[in-house]
């Protein structure tokens, strides 16, 4: 048994085109945390542009695990690149930017 030529493509069927579903929005953004923007009534600021980060925050745009960064602040608080409001550190991004910088290691 060979494989006879039909419609000009000797047996085989063309592949059926399909296209992916649409996918849902990622949990993870780069914009402020829409649920307090949203109680606030205020436009949530793009990640890259805020002045202070939380540890979530700076976690994910720094590439850096939260432990991490909650390790580095523990090992110095009174760091330049931590603002303390209240008991919660604050990264202050560009800050924290220079110190990575200059640092081979963390």
């Given amino acids: 048994m060979g494989i006879s030529k039909t419609n000009g493509n000797y047996g085989y069927q063309p592949i059926a085109k ?3 579903p ?3 929005p990622t949990t993870g953004s780069n914009i402020a945390s829409p649920k ?4 606030r ?3 949530a600021i793009p990640i890259w542009e805020k002045f202070t980060l939380s540890i979530e925050e700076a976690a994910e745009y ?6 991490k960064l909650r390790q580095l ?9 931590i603002l ?4 919660r550190p604050q990264i202050k991004r560009g800050k924290f930017e220079k110190y990575i910088n200059e640092t081979y290691v963390i």
């Fill in 18 to 20: 399909f296209t992916l």
């Fill in 22 to 24: 649409p996918q849902p």
């Fill in 36 to 39: 307090s923007d949203i109680k």
């Fill in 41 to 43: 009534g205020c436009m």
């Fill in 62 to 67: 720094f590439r850096i695990g939260e432990n």
């Fill in 73 to 81: 602040i523990n090992e110095n608080p009174e760091a330049e690149y």
């Fill in 84 to 87: 303390w409001n209240g008991n």
